[in-house]
């Protein structure tokens, strides 16, 4: 077990851990081969932007422990902050992938949408549904969710250029929330986190994978994992986050990947483990360690 993640309970506390243990080197860096964008987040840095997102969760939507929160986001690292933070407050995050909501603007009211998801233990309650301005006049409609959060995702944090009425734009309010947040009693290794693939995963449960995964994948602290695969399976959320958190690892997430750049960001960002890009002996993109 890695010293990051002893004694951790839930996924906030393999972030807490990390802060303890190392604050200021990388943990996520963003690229977004599509515009040029390059991100890198230290461990402190990424726990305030956890933190006030959780507060802008609570404080600011009224989310309370069980709430649901409907990811419509790319691969990106404010999906890992919002997927963090949704763990932090008792939240059950469910990741949708924006290509499964592009172009339903304009759909008859009541057509049906990839979620809810009905095998999520909160499938039929009100949500939260945070989406990026890219899919945001496709679900802007949607008249089950009891909020709406658009999230530019603009490389310097600016907000939505036009924001639509009754959309809460992310950008513009989270910065005004603290950068502490304390996860309340309330918040156990049973309270439920995740929904993927129809499958509901307690916080408890995603330490525990995230600890398999480690000894699954032999990473450690020197670990550098380049990844390009989304948020909605278990195996994207492991790898491009937990993992990382609980070995002490640090992770680089790709967006609209450039296959010409690939050997050099190998190079240049120290990689030594890849997911989601073909291998020299696996064009699955599997996981695999480079020599």
Known sequence: MSAHDRGAAVPA???????????????????????????????????????KTANFLVDGLGAEPGTRAVLVLPPHWQTAVWLMACWSA??????????????????????????????????????????????????????????????????LGAPLADCPPGVTDYADEVRGYGDRFAPGAEVTPETP???????TFTGGELVAAAREAVEK?????????????????????????????ASGASVIIQRN?????????????????????????DASGSLYRLP
Request: charged content about 25%; aromatic content about 6%; proline content about 8%.
């Open 13 to 51: 506390d393999l972030l807490r851990r990390r802060v303890a243990d190392d604050p200021s080197n990388p943990l996520v860096t963003f690229y977004d081969d599509a515009t040029g964008e390059r991100v890198e987040l230290s461990a402190r840095t990424f726990d305030n932007w956890v933190a």
């Open 90 to 155: 008792g939240i059950v995050a469910e990741p949708v992938d924006p290509a499964e909501v592009k172009g339903r603007a304009g759909e008859p009211a009541g057509a049906p949408r990839p979620y809810p998801d009905e095998g999520a233990a909160t499938g039929d309650a009100p949500y939260i549904l945070a989406a990026a301005r890219e899919v945001l006049d496709d679900v802007v409609d949607d008249a089950d969710a009891e909020e709406i959060v658009g999230l530019s995702l603009h490389a």
């Open 193 to 199: 986190a995740l929904s993927v693939t129809n499958t």
């Open 217 to 245: 994948w032999e990473l450690d602290a020197r670990d550098r994992l380049l990844v390009d695969m989304p948020f909605t399976t278990l195996d994207g959320v492991l790898i491009a986050l937990l993992a990382p958190l």
């Open 257 to 281: 990947f450039d296959k010409a750049a690939q050997d050099r960001r190998l190079a240049v960002e120290h990689v030594t483990v890849v997911a989601g890009l073909p291998g020299p002996n």
